[in-house]
């Protein structure tokens, strides 16, 4: 069973780069016809597509988040980081990584198949 873990600071300043971390056990991030995506869910409002990273370790992100959303992988710990420069407050949302198979649309959410617990991110000054 592939179990996804995001950890970060809950509290982040406007204009400070947020650092996340997804931790994935029971799978590796290498294998497979996958992609280990980021998704993030502002409050009252729906899910936000922000990008993922495929098994080979290619990008891709959403248009509007391109600039300044960074995703990558360490191989050695099996983990995704997400990195976000220059935040702003409308950056405040529950993160969550996923896993979708390879053939599944980005937007299409009921067809991942792993999610992580998710893990509120403020931003505040």
């Known amino acids: 069973q592939v179990q996804l873990q995001e950890s970060g600071p809950g509290l982040v300043k406007p204009s400070q780069t947020l650092s996340l971390t997804c931790a994935v056990s029971?799978?590796?991030?290498?294998?497979?016809?996958?992609?280990w995506s980021w998704i993030r869910q502002p409050p009252g409002k729906g899910k936000e597509w922000i990008g993922y990273i495929t098994v080979g370790g290619t990008t891709y992100y959403s248009p509007s988040l391109k600039s300044r959303a960074s995703i990558s992988r360490d191989t050695s710990k099996n983990q995704i980081p997400l990195q976000l420069c220059s935040v702003t407050p409308e950056v405040t949302a529950v993160y969550y990584c996923?896993?979708?198979?390879?053939?599944?649309?980005?937007?299409?959410?009921?067809?991942?198949?792993?999610w992580g617990q998710g893990t509120q991110v403020t931003v505040s000054s």
């Open positions: 029971g799978g590796s991030i290498t294998t497979g016809y996958y992609d």
């Open positions: 996923a896993r979708k198979p390879g053939a599944v649309y980005w937007s299409d959410y009921d067809k991942y198949d792993f």
